[in-house]
């Protein structure tokens, strides 16, 4: 999952004419806040020049690590860096600020899930609609209109 995730990020920065060289890929062991709040200090402390002006976080949860990590270092979201995420969820909305991220039904891969297993061979896995959900802590580039 979190694989072709990356695909389709570095897909879309290829699509935009970006070289794969502009797209940095952190892996943190780990799905918690806090494992986000690591791999945020680690991308964002640096030079401002080296510094990237957005994360594509693999899920809501490292992405609220992320913003946490933007706070502790003075980084203003989204003036300074824009942070996304992916699951929705509930917290996304209530966080400042609020998280853009790409909504996914929880409820409907859940009920797949159940039929695959009651009834094993009743036809392949499905590919569930997602949507992206544009809030607060994205903006345009810095230095772009």
């Not at 990237?52 to 490292?62: C, I, M």
């Not at 009920?111 to 609609?129: E, F, V, Y």
């Amino acid at each position: 999952m979190f694989r072709r995730r990356l695909q389709g990020y570095q897909r879309a920065a290829a699509e935009a004419g970006l070289p794969a060289t502009a797209v940095r890929v952190w892996e943190q062991p780990g799905h918690s806040v806090a494992d986000g709040c690591a791999a945020g200090r680690a991308l964002l402390s640096v030079p401002g020049h080296e510094r990237p002006t957005a994360v594509l976080a693999s899920t809501d949860v490292l992405a609220l690590g992320v913003l946490q990590a933007a706070r502790e270092l003075g980084l203003k979201v989204p003036r300074d860096l824009s942070v996304t995420g992916y699951d929705d969820i509930e917290e996304s909305a209530r966080v400042l600020p609020a998280l853009t991220t790409v909504h996914q039904s929880l409820y409907q891969q859940g009920q797949d899930c159940a039929r695959r297993l009651i009834a094993p061979g009743s036809g392949p896995a499905l590919l569930h609609p997602t949507r992206l959900i544009v809030r607060a802590s994205t903006a345009a580039r810095p230095g772009r209109p």
